[in-house]
């Protein structure tokens, strides 16, 4: 594996992601491209304990003129999800080191709501499920999900949404210790 915390972040999403990680403590190091595909940092922890890595997805938006429209959302994140996964199983298929998917919202009306909807297969208001998600919750994501041990959304204020994958305890467990302060 090669790093580097000297290599530009030409992308600023991974731009936004490495000064959150920053300013949580921790040290993120770019990970050089090559022609195949890597997560996108290598994250040593504020507590120099716990490595990591940490792989940036962007969840676009239609945009605020438009209405948010279930099925290219949810499509997207599902799509992200296994990107990510091929990613991190190009570059550590023995998942020796937890693996982190952050998804950078660029809309404001995505957020940690839009992830607790996708994760829980529905969307519900006052007990009422008005949208069923299991197709894409339970469709061609469902082996994949389990191998990411932590989602974060950051919504556009940057306040982020933790979702743990308790699949492999240490692995939870490490992260749940590299975040404990985070919110």
């Known amino acids: 594996m090669t790093h580097s915390t000297n290599l530009p972040l030409k992308d600023?999403?991974?731009?936004?992601?490495?000064?959150?990680?920053?300013?949580?403590?921790?040290?993120p190091e770019k990970i050089e491209e090559?022609?195949?595909?890597?997560?996108?940092?290598?994250?040593l922890a504020k507590t120099g304990n716990e490595v990591f890595y940490v792989e940036v997805k962007a969840i676009e938006g239609p945009g605020e003129s438009e209405g948010i429209?279930?099925?290219?959302?949810?499509?997207?994140?599902?799509?992200?999800?296994?990107?990510?996964?091929?990613?991190?199983?190009?570059?550590?298929?023995?998942?020796?080191?937890?693996?982190?998917?952050?998804?950078?919202a660029d809309d404001f009306r995505i957020h940690g709501q839009t992830m607790f909807d996708f994760f829980s297969g529905r969307i519900e208001i006052e007990g009422k499920i008005i949208r069923e998600l299991k197709r894409f919750r339970f469709g061609r994501v469902r082996n994949d999900l389990g191998e990411i041990d932590l989602y974060v959304i950051l919504d556009l204020g940057d306040t982020p949404t933790f979702f743990y994958n308790e699949t492999i305890p240490s692995k939870a467990f490490a992260l749940q210790r590299a975040f404990d302060h985070v919110g």
């Open 34 to 43: 090559d022609s195949s595909k890597k997560p996108d940092f290598w994250v």
């Open 12 to 27: 600023p999403r991974e731009a936004r992601a490495a000064s959150w990680l920053e300013s949580l403590g921790h040290r």
């Open 69 to 104: 429209l279930f099925d290219p959302l949810f499509n997207k994140i599902s799509n992200r999800i296994r990107d990510a996964y091929k990613q991190f199983q190009s570059n550590d298929p023995e998942h020796n080191l937890p693996r982190v998917l952050l998804f950078l």
